[in-house]
């Protein structure tokens, strides 16, 4: 069974840090690209970073540019996001997601694997 399980939120000031982890298993992503998400209540689920299998490329929404960071460790089959900077609008559920490293990696659609999400306060 293929899971991909996120850590790592919780409740921050604003102008704090957090750390987020996404473990996969149940199969090699090596060769996937994964992405962050994230979707706050009454909001669509957007895009965040991606990062494709070997770390040559990334991309990051406008409003994260500069503050978060996107990682991989194909290793132990984990993807991270640091977040730093954090302000209320950031408040979200977070997900990471895996697709085939083809298309857009800034659409939600193409992303075949999805973790639960894990909640992400920052309080002003």
Same mark, same amino acid.
């Given at each position: 069974q293929v899971q991909l399980v996120e850590s790592g939120g919780g409740l921050v000031q604003a102008g704090g840090? %957090?750390? %987020?982890?996404?473990? *996969?298993? @149940?199969? &090699?992503? &090596? +060769? #996937?690209t994964k992405g962050w998400f994230r979707q706050a209540p009454g909001k669509e689920r957007e895009f965040v970073a991606a990062i494709d299998w070997n770390g040559g490329s990334i991309a990051y929404a406008d409003s994260v540019k500069g503050r978060f960071t996107? &990682?991989?460790?194909n290793a132990k089959n984990s993807v991270y996001l640091q977040m730093n900077s954090l302000n209320p609008e950031d408040t979200a559920v977070y997900y990471c *997601? *895996?697709? *085939?490293p083809t298309g857009s990696a800034a659409t939600v659609a193409g992303y075949d #694997? +999805? @973790?639960?999400?894990?909640q992400v306060t920052v309080s002003s």
């Open positions: 840090s %957090l750390r %987020l982890s996404c473990a *996969a298993s @149940g199969r &090699s992503f &090596s +060769w #996937y996107i &990682s991989r460790d *997601a *895996a697709r *085939a #694997y +999805w @973790g639960q999400g894990t």
